[in-house]
């Protein structure tokens, strides 16, 4: 458990400002701001980490496993859960079905309209400026969210808005990119500068260039129409300038680096220490507690004495999330620090097809010499993937979109497994499933490979750097293999799978490289429209078209 000082949730609830809905009265529920400085940090936090629930489960689910990183199977039934997640593994997601990954659009939401309440009740003058630039930083960044993954959003800016009560519509993507963008060039000077134990985990001027620069490189899929089947990821983008400058504003600032050892800066003791993390979800189990991981990545059984871990688990486990053997074989480098968060075979063994399961030590995180049993049988993980089939059965047992592997030894140990975010199973056990892990939204490392991406595609090269030096410059910190010449935009989307398992990118790179409609897990197998290109904005939950009713459903949905 980490010592850290939050605001305390009875304190949190109390100032919480309810509003979830877009049909809501957006004016201030005060007629002076509170003076209590207390009451004042209580708003604040609220805003800043109005994503925090959101991202600690459901958001993973949605992000995770709609991309090529994971599978969401079954278990004769068990965490089928309406084919929630299964559907969205298999790029069918329902708004219905899926209702409560897609939901988390209403926490996002959320975090813009409490960002309002405190824009509206302390005012943006210059004397107050400290304050709302970041809070303005946090409000654009989670619009970001909203356009990032379901294209048209309404710009909830209470200035804009006005005294109306009329139902506010959806703005185009491009245009919202474009106030995104405005927003954060017009608040990025007035961002605290500063990086420590104080400003972790809350918008800074660095985090709104990382900000910048994800906006940047994504311009061609946010200004354009990236639904239609003739959009084009490798047409010219007019933002590649731009990118490459924010990326060299943090790069030059000299506050971040790769210094930090791969598997430690993702443990349950990470924190404001982690030189490469410019901005970061906080999590404890005990304080600020949602962040549930390991729940759904350890394997079924995983939780039992001489299980996955070195400590039982009084807390049972999911397993329902596996990785896809197609993303597994990332995992090739030989000596890449980045194949110990993996629970399968990698580096010179990657084409093992089977991997024989120790238990892991609680404290490092790292593989122990005691064998992962259950029921007196040695656990050993298979790379693929096999459904539930047995045509002997009567009725015969053949597989299904409900993506079921059965009931039993084989079919819990099927895929393999990420430990990337490690939970501290003391904490897990006595607070309800939850972590200490921290998760980063923006890193140095991403800053490192958008600017190599940038000059790739066309952008001028700065600083001395070519596209092979700061390619290397991830490959040496995480003693991988240098290259020897530049690297192809393949390379790039290869290594940004490597780098950032389990950080929520992976489907924004996809899609941004043209690869998301590329024939992995069974989404091919069990959806013939998986190759859709308006797939690659999500769907409305169901909550949310029935609150905002002048709504449409995204098309193809």
């Known amino acids: 458990m980490k010592t850290r000082y939050f605001i305390s949730a009875a304190l949190l609830a109390l100032t919480t400002v309810g509003c979830t809905d877009l049909d809501v009265d957006i004016k201030s529920q005060y007629t002076e701001y509170p003076n209590s400085e207390i009451a004042l940090s209580a708003r604040i936090n609220n805003a800043y980490y109005a994503f925090r629930g959101a991202l600690g489960r459901r958001y993973d689910e949605l992000i995770s496993c709609n991309s090529d990183e994971y599978t969401a199977v079954s278990f004769d039934g068990d965490y089928l859960n309406g084919r929630d997640m299964s559907n969205i593994s298999l790029h069918m997601v329902d708004a219905d079905a899926s209702n409560s990954q897609l939901a988390v659009y209403n926490d996002i939401q959320a975090g813009i309209v409490n960002s309002n309440q405190i824009l509206m009740d302390l005012g943006e003058g210059e004397e107050n400026v400290s304050v709302t630039a970041p809070i303005r930083a946090v409000r654009a960044f989670y619009t970001f969210l909203l356009m990032d993954n379901w294209g048209d959003t309404p710009i909830i800016d209470y200035k804009v808005l006005g005294d109306s009560n009329a139902a506010i519509d959806r703005s185009p993507r491009a245009d919202v990119a474009r106030w995104i963008e405005s927003e954060l060039l017009a608040v990025r000077d007035d961002c605290p500068s500063e990086v420590s ?5 809350t918008p800074t001027c660095w985090m709104v260039d990382a900000l910048l620069a994800k906006l ?23 933002k590649l300038a731009d990118c490459i400058a924010a990326c060299d504003r943090v790069i030059e600032s000299g506050k971040f680096d790769l210094s930090d050892d791969y598997k430690a800066k993702f443990m349950y003791t990470n924190g404001s220490q982690i030189k490469d993390f410019i901005y970061a979800m906080p999590f404890d189990a005990v304080t600020a507690g949602g962040m549930t991981y390991a729940r759904f990545r350890t394997w079924r059984r995983g939780q039992n004495s001489n299980g996955f871990y070195s400590i039982e688990m009084t807390n049972s486990v999911g397993g329902n999330m596996t990785l896809t053997p197609e993303f597994v074989e990332l995992f090739c480098l030989p000596g890449d620090r980045r194949n110990d968060v993996i629970a399968g075979n990698t580096g010179e063994n990657i084409g093992m097809t089977t991997f024989d ?21 040695d656990v050993t993980f298979s790379k693929s993937i096999t459904l539930k089939n047995d045509p002997t059965a009567n009725p015969p047992v053949v597989p299904n979109a409900d993506l079921n592997c059965g009931a039993d030894m084989t079919g819990w140990t099927q895929g393999y497994r ?10 897990y056990n006595v ?15 991403d800053i490192i490979l958008m600017k190599c991406e940038a000059i790739t595609r066309g952008g001028s090269a700065t600083l001395g750097d070519t596209p092979m030096s700061l390619f290397n410059e ?9 290259i020897e010449s530049n690297p192809s935009l393949q390379d790039i989307l290869d290594e940004r799978g490597r780098e950032f398992l389990d950080e929520h990118w992976r489907r924004n790179d996809l899609i941004r490289f043209g690869d998301f409609e590329r024939d992995w897990g069974f989404k091919n197998d069990f959806n013939p429209n998986a190759s859709n290109p308006q797939y690659r904005l999500l769907p409305l939950a169901r909550d949310v078209l029935n609150a905002n009713t002048n709504w449409s459903q995204n098309p193809g949905y």
């Open 216 to 238: 940047y490189i994504n311009w061609n899929v946010y200004t354009k129409d990236v639904t239609s089947a003739d959009w084009n990821a490798n047409a010219d983008n007019e």
């Open 357 to 377: 399961v120790y238990q892991y030590d609680n404290t490092t995180g790292m593989p122990t010499d005691v064998r992962n049993t259950y029921n007196g049988q």
């Open 418 to 427: 990420s430990i990337k975010f490690f939970p501290d199973i003391n904490d």
């Open 431 to 445: 607070y309800s499933r939850n972590q200490d892990n921290d998760v980063p939204i923006f890193r140095y490392a």
């Open 197 to 201: 134990e104080d400003t972790y985990g």
């Open 474 to 482: 991830i490959r040496a910190y995480v003693n991988a293999p240098l």
